[in-house]
């Protein structure tokens, strides 16, 4: 009886050992797969995380390109309310003439006629920085500036009102600058209006003069063309007015 024993304590002994053993391989099974599972998660994340490096730098250099672009410049010009000029009309006394019948007063209006417009500007460059080909030239001092059309910040003027307007430049180029060329530009295409100078070993200067009929909301500025990294003197001067 106590052989009996003995041998069934030792057989539930190994049963249970071995109950044991299979129970640690399932759970060393399921740490080696939630360890694959890990590493896999791991690789998705590095993935993601070089996608969102790319699609940033993608987005700071279209930004960039967004905020340099001359076209994107003439377009915040006409939609800013603030450079939008409308023709003033006068306040003068409109002239009415009544008459009465039967209790009732009828008014006619019969004239009111616009007032006339002062628009001018000169500014000047001071800014030693360099402009790249087709690249607006901005004039950040303003001499003169009536009626505002004029923006410094930007280097553009926006027409008022539809009209002739008379514009002048004259650039200054340094003495390292080599050919260099300068054009009028209105709305982004080529006026013909254009200046050159040679900068060879010494400043030189040269300046232009254009008329050009302009609708109202119509954007004119100078830029470089044909050529790439110039920088300009202190006596580099834009000017425009309506006639």
Known sequence: MRTFLVFSLIFAFGQAVIVEDETLRNILNELN???TIVAEQQLKIRSLEKKLESVTEQNRKTELNFNTDPEVHVLREKMNPLQ???PETSKNTKTI?????GGIRNARLL??????QNVGFTASRQDSSIVHENGIIVFETTITNA?????PASGIFQAPVSGLYVFFYDIECSKTNGNTYVELVRDGARTG???YCHGLGDFDNSATLGVLHLGAGDTVWLRLYDVDNRTFGGKTLFSGFLL
């Not at 003439?97 to 019948?101: E, G, I, K």
């Open 33 to 35: 797969s939630l360890k």
């Open 84 to 86: 939008t000029k409308v």
């Open 97 to 101: 003439s009544s008459r009465s019948f």
């Open 111 to 116: 004239s009111s006629s616009p007032s006339s």
């Open 147 to 151: 009626g505002s059309a004029y923006n």
């Open 193 to 195: 209006v254009q200046a």
